[in-house]
Each structure stands twice: as structure tokens, then as C-alpha cells.
């Protein structure tokens, strides 16, 4: 019984929810293997051999895996699938985009978003944004899952010595290509793997409030910033900020929600976070049923003075 991971990385190193989804592989039972496909990815692949608990690395070098396009990579893992018992994915959005492609060419049913190994065929995910656990098992020769990041700690980056092995890149399957991209710069955390989180709601009221009130505050903590789907939906902050079922799923050691009533998609992104702390003036708001410590307070006078004190 073996596991492939297929790594999620920039050519140059490994992203962190790869060291998630190698501990999930890893309570599957077996060895895990890591694929790594990229162009001039040499460096991924050594820091992929120095995951704990990798056996063996493939590193399957293109220009055509540049971007990670869907297509190219479901390609690579399928002519490799043989012998694998379970092909997870981190549930994210280039594994969400690839993992179903490989389901369907293989004809199994895909597993999603797990949070939990029961064994190496049942598994644990949530279902109705989180009220409900839903326990899975798998007839399926090959087990095509995602992994819910937030459910397992990562594998240490150091300390493995896994082999690295060359295999026979895919051709370009002609069917995508690389247009171009715009990415926000940005000097704080990733969200999705940030160990403090500070997220506005619609009560701040605008951008430039937004701004005003969360950017002090994120600065003085080290933390990243986040925001509700109203908030995102109203203008005042970017998509690539929303927590939520229908955003990011997030479990920092700190999460702070200044002005988020706390609607159940918002609480399914982030709930499973260590320590929650909740500033909202409506005593009556849902974020207060998850928050381990809340204020009921103005977030316009309550946060400087938050800020003040820190």
C-alpha cells in the first residue's frame, strides 16, 4: 500500500499545505511518495526528499507544468497512478482543480475535503458547512482524495532523505495555456497559513474604514487580514481576503472577528481555530457561540483601544 502526494509549490520550494496532506498520506498506512511537476523545479524536488516520512520523490520536469495547469498535471499523475493506493491532494484550489480530473479518467469516486483517516478506506469530512461529520469509506481500488489543510498538522519540512527519481515528463496536452497573472503584493502572512488572523465585517462600513481600523491592528499582532463574504461582496476588502465555506478555510492559533455577525458560512471557515475573539455591539450576534472570549462593544472605539493596550 503507497501513497502519492502531489506537491503544491513555485518551482523553488515546497507551499505548506503539501506537509499537511503528507501527514494525512501518511495515517493512510504505507509509504508515501511526492510528485513533484514543474520547470526547473530541481530545488522543489530537494525540499520535497526533505519532508519526514517521504519514501521517495518524482520529479517530473516541463516548461508545460510551468503554471500548474490542470490538464498537464492530471496528465502527469495519471501515467504514474498505477500502484497507488491513495492519490491525495491538498484541498485547495490547484488540488480542487486537478484532483476530479484524475477521479474521472481512473472511473472512482472522488473523496473530498477530509479532516480525519479512520482507516486506510474510511475517512472523516464535514458536510452541511461543518454542522455535520460525515464518515466515508471507499471500495475503490485507488482512493482520489482532497485534504482539508486545517484538519492535520503538518510534516516537518526537515529531517526526511528521501530519494529523488526522474520520470518521463507528459507532453503539453494542448488544451490550456498560460495567459498571464496579477498578483497583490503583499508583506504579511498567507492566510491560509497564518498563526494570527484579524478579520473585518460589513459593520466597518467602507474601504477606507476597513483599512483604517484592521491595518493597525494586523501590524501591531504580525497577523494576516481577512474579512467576511459581506465585506468582500460590499467592496471593502478583495476576494483573495474572504474566510468562509465559500473563501478560505482557516485555523489559526488566534482568530479576532471585529464587526462579522457570524453567519454559518463564515463560522465554517474558520471555527477551527485555537483561541477566538469576537468585538461586535449586538449581544445577539452568532460569532459569540464559537468565540472563546467576546466583547460586546463598539469595534470603532473598542479595536485603538485594543490597539493602544498591545
Known amino acids: ?59 517530473a ?45 481512473l472511473d472512482v469516486a472522488q473523496i473530498s475535503d477530509i479532516t480525519k483517516v479512520d482507516s486506510p478506506d474510511t475517512f472523516e469530512r464535514p458536510i452541511y458547512a461543518g454542522n455535520a461529520i460525515a464518515t466515508v469509506q471507499s471500495a475503490d481500488a485507488t482512493k482520489v482524495i482532497t485534504v482539508r489543510t486545517t484538519g492535520f498538522d503538518p510534516a516537518a519540512a526537515t529531517g526526511g532523505s528521501a530519494a529523488v527519481e526522474a520520470a518521463s515528463a507528459v507532453a503539453d496536452s494542448g488544451k490550456s495555456h498560460f495567459e498571464g497573472s496579477e498578483i497583490a ?70 482568530y479576532i472577528a471585529a464587526g462579522i455577525s457570524g453567519a454559518i458560512q463564515h463560522l465554517a471557515g474558520m471555527k477551527d481555530s485555537k483561541v477566538i475573539v469576537a468585538i461586535n455591539k449586538d449581544p445577539e450576534a452568532p460569532i459569540f457561540s464559537v468565540a472563546d472570549y467576546g466583547l460586546e462593544a463598539d469595534l470603532f472605539t473598542a479595536i485603538p483601544e485594543l490597539i493602544a493596550a498591545l
Not at 526528499?49 to 519514501?55: D, E, F, N, S, T
Not at 501591531?220 to 473563501?247: C, E, F, H, M
Open 185 to 254: 503584493a503583499n508583506d504579511r502572512p498567507e492566510l491560509t497559513a497564518a498563526k494570527i488572523i484579524v478579520s473585518g465585517g460589513r459593520a466597518l462600513g467602507s474601504s477606507e474604514k476597513f483599512t483604517e481600523v484592521m491595518t493597525p491592528l494586523a501590524d501591531k499582532l504580525g497577523a494576516a487580514i481577512g474579512a467576511s463574504r459581506a465585506a468582500v461582496d460590499a467592496g471593502y476588502a478583495p476576494n483573495d481576503l474572504q474566510v468562509g465555506q465559500t473563501g478560505k478555510i482557516v485555523a489559526p492559533q488566534l
Open 1 to 59: 500500500m503507497t501513497a502519492l502526494v502531489i506537491a503544491e509549490h513555485d518551482n523553488a520550494s515546497i507551499k505548506g499545505a503539501t506537509l499537511n496532506t503528507v501527514t494525512a498520506a501518511l495515517q493512510c498506512g504505507g509509504d508515501v511518495h511526492v510528485l513533484v511537476a514543474g520547470a526547473n523545479a530541481g530545488e522543489a524536488a530537494k525540499a520535497a526528499a526533505q519532508i519526514a516520512g517521504v519514501a521517495k520523490v518524482i520529479h
Open 61 to 105: 520536469e516541463g516548461e508545460q507544468f510551468n503554471h500548474g495547469l490542470a490538464e498537464n498535471v492530471a496528465a502527469q499523475v495519471l501515467a504514474i497512478a498505477a500502484g497507488y493506493s491513495h492519490i491525495l491532494f491538498p484541498a485547495t484550489a490547484a488540488g480542487k482543480n486537478i484532483a476530479p480530473r484524475v477521479a474521472a479518467k
